[in-house]
């Protein structure tokens, strides 16, 4: 087992964790409600409903769509308000490895006092594990093979052994629990084996309808110059054009920000309300993403707004 001294090592390390603790909220509906409260998330509790079954089973969930569908967020979210503390994200590259999830010993303390737990830097998965708290692995796809292993070994066994500190530390409770995301039309990255696959709980995302996309924004505008639903609706149908058309296909949370910055433009040039020139000027600096797309992009605009 971890000793006192690893664990005591942990909680300096990440005590914001524990200042930022509350009580668990594991019953779906509630979840739904919360997300929407606290989080300003709109999510289908039949999706909350099938993470919180494979948390009661011991499962780790793939979050899996395209980018700008709320994985991320979602999922992070999730996994705070079960473990009742902020949940741990690591964001995967090719070089990740077990010293940056797990942890490894500063260079400097090591000289003074050897391979002990005064010289170990702990790592999130390791704290996940000592805390009781969710670790969010996001695009696992961009990792090597074998540090997907290395990550299922740890979920599979509920344990990560140390062996330079000659402890196991073991998971303390239900609050550990994993989401993985990944966008499988990324270019770039590599395929989930089997392996993986078969242990994992796969939900898939994908592009809400219009009207919930609208309901979305409207959920997530923050800003104080007010903006009317049929502007939200008729980009949201621009967004639906772009997708169908476009190599960068916006999501949600573009039209989110295509929003807000409506809103904020719209709130310097001293508007009461948001207008229609207002969401199109915004649109050039939130739609234009791919050099040659622009042409697309002012002509799904076009298309919806007219010309203005």
Known sequence: MASDGLVERVRQVYSYVLEESFEPIREPGRIVRVLRERYRLLVDERVVSLVVAAFLAGRPVLFEGPPGTGKTEIGEALLSLWAGKPAFVIPCSENYNEYRVIGDFHPLMAMRHGFSEESFIPRPLLAALVLD??????????????????????????????????????ARGEGFQVVFTSNPEDYGQGELSDAFLRRVVRVVFDYPSPEV?????????????????????????????????????????????WARIAGRLAKLRGHSRVDVRDVVDAASIVLYKRVGEEELVDEAVSRVFGQV
């Open 213 to 257: 996309e609208v309901e979305i924004v409207k959920l997530r505008y923050d800003v104080d110059v007010p903006i009317d639903d049929w502007l939200v609706a008729r980009m949201a149908e621009v967004a639906g054009l772009l997708r169908g058309r476009a190599t960068y296909k916006p999501g949600p949370s573009d039209t989110v920000m």
């Open 133 to 170: 708290a969710g670790v969010l692995v996001d695009e696992i796809r961009r990792s090597s093979e074998e540090f997907q292993n290395l990550l299922l070994d740890v979920i599979d066994k509920r344990r990560i052994i140390v062996p330079e500190l000659r402890t196991v530390v073991r």
